[in-house]
């Protein structure tokens, strides 16, 4: 459903730029309270997995409707409500995984999560190209999409239900409750990755640079089963190498490859750049999303971690709407290239900060 969402939006419901930014934005910004109270609820309850589910249950509810309700606020709304299930399952999923590792191959266990989420994402768009080529001339395709995309989260409902199992809470000694007052350098290092995440807007806005240059819809889920391939191939090699050379370096290198990135989509001017792009885009998600959690989790003790995750999440996903609305605002009234030369600027910057900031506080994960 994701390849296609903001085609749908733009192209159907016929939705300016700037709205599907700021929808986009919703999914995360809007709901993002949800990842705080979602985080230490699984502290203070001391369970992770009923939170998970009712995460996943939202966002089996709100897709399907997409298809029935159509009007702007409609559409606001249920987009809210996928928000909320991300949110909510979010912090304890993450809290979850860092709870049954070690710290000597954390890296690798949030990168064998990510391997699999994202293997899933390359089935989706594959699957995605199969129904737009049989239903090409139907004008109701995006309906019968949005319903279908409900059912892989039946399946997760249930493997959650009956497979998964909780790893036993820890404890350390520490203070009983929840607490604001974690490690400064948690802090610190959350203010940078907040800096690089202004410029890092919903990749919604890569869908339609990727249109923007000539690629036909049929091909959309392909390019992006492409970019979940590499994304997937390398979240465990690039996880394993942090645990032995440290996240921080792994973390530097993968905002390089995404300032490279977004410099390359803001200056291509072809349709066979796109494929290139996403694939290297791959190589930054791959590096930086389940390293950059497994950080903090190297730095958060495990009575706090549900909390010290919603905190994370609860401001990246904030700094997410303004980010969003600035690439529309960029797209709109200057040009499609806009937006990625923001975004490559200011990961360029956030990559010297936080170089300086682990020289400064010589933190290290080896």
């Known amino acids: 459903m994701v390849p296609i969402l903001p085609l749908y939006l733009a192209n159907v419901l016929n939705f300016d730029k700037s709205f599907i930014g700021l929808t986009e934005g919703l999914v995360t910004s809007g709901a993002s309270i949800f990842k705080l109270i979602a985080g230490i609820l699984s502290d203070k309850l001391k369970s992770r997995k009923f939170i998970v589910f009712a995460g996943y249950f939202l966002s089996f509810v709100s897709r399907p409707l997409l298809a029935v309700f159509t009007t702007l606020g409609a559409v606001s709304v249920l987009r809210f409500i996928d928000g909320v299930g991300k949110g909510v399952k979010e912090s304890p999923k993450d809290a979850f995984i860092a709870d ?17 989420d994202s293997f899933g994402s390359v089935v989706g768009p594959l699957f995605l190209f199969a129904l737009l080529l049989m239903l090409k001339n139907n004008n109701l395709k995006y309906n019968y999409i949005f319903f279908i995309a409900a059912i892989p989260l039946i399946l997760t409902l249930l493997i959650l239900i009956v497979f998964v199992k909780e790893a036993p809470f820890k404890k350390t000694g ?119 959690k497994a950080f903090v989790a190297d730095l958060i003790d495990t009575e ?63």
């Open 174 to 292: 520490n203070k009983k409750g929840f607490s604001f007052k974690l490690p400064f350098k948690f802090y610190m290092f959350l203010l940078i990755v907040s800096i690089f995440t202004l410029g890092n807007s919903s990749d919604a806005f890569l869908i339609l640079r990727a249109q923007n240059l000539g690629v036909g819809l049929l091909s959309i889920p392909l390019v992006y089963a492409l970019f979940n391939f590499i994304y997937a191939s390398f979240s465990v090699p690039l996880g394993n190498l942090s645990d032995k050379i440290g996240r921080e370096k792994v973390i530097i290198l993968g905002w390089f490859a995404y300032a490279l990135s977004y410099l390359g989509f803001a200056l291509a001017n072809k349709s066979i750049h796109v494929w290139l792009l996403f694939a290297f885009y791959g190589i930054y998600y791959a590096t930086t999303t389940g390293v950059a």
């Open 304 to 366: 706090n971690r549900g909390t010290a995750y919603g905190i994370y999440n609860t401001v990246l996903g904030l700094i997410t709407l303004p980010a969003s609305l600035i690439a529309g605002i960029l797209w709109d009234k200057i040009n499609p290239s806009a937006p990625f030369l923001f975004g490559s600027a200011v990961a360029w910057v956030s990559t010297i900060l936080l170089f300086i900031f682990l020289r400064l506080y010589r933190i290290k994960t080896v």
């Open 100 to 116: 049954s590792t070690q710290t000597k191959n954390r890296g690798k266990g949030f990168g064998i999560a990510r391997m699999l």
